[in-house]
């Protein structure tokens, strides 16, 4: 089992920026992949940036350039910071690891970006 705890959620003016992170514990051995989602209001949970275990990133387009996933595998954090945030930014964030075949997701934070 994986516990994973989300932080540095909160309200933001647009053009602004948030750092989000992620503690994992429990289980942490073999963790493969750590990424961040987001739901928006009305909208399905959607990928935003994932981080592979050899250090390969992927981003949704609507944030490359804009946001950057990190690891820290001492601390068995993963982190998202977020600059030039956009109203359609907003939503719940939430972290995701990948250990073998199973998934495990945090319980969320919520970023609202204001326009």
């Known amino acids: 089992q994986v516990e994973l705890v989300e932080s540095g959620g909160g309200w933001v003016q647009a053009g602004g920026s948030l750092r989000l992170s992620c503690a994992a514990s429990?289980?942490?051995?073999?963790?493969?992949?750590k990424g961040w989602y987001r739901q928006g209001p009305g909208k399905q949970r959607e990928l935003v940036a994932g981080?592979?275990?050899?250090?390969?990133?992927n981003y949704a387009d609507s944030v490359k350039g804009r946001f950057t996933i990190s690891g820290d595998n001492v601390k068995n954090t993963v982190a998202l910071q977020m600059n030039s945030l956009k109203p359609e930014d907003t939503g719940v964030y939430y972290c995701?690891?990948?250990?073998?075949?199973?998934?495990?997701w945090g319980k969320g934070t919520l970023v609202t970006v204001s326009s």
């Open positions: 429990g289980s942490i051995f073999g963790i493969a992949y």
């Open positions: 981080l592979f275990s050899g250090g390969h990133t």
């Open positions: 995701h690891v990948a250990r073998g075949s199973m998934n495990y």
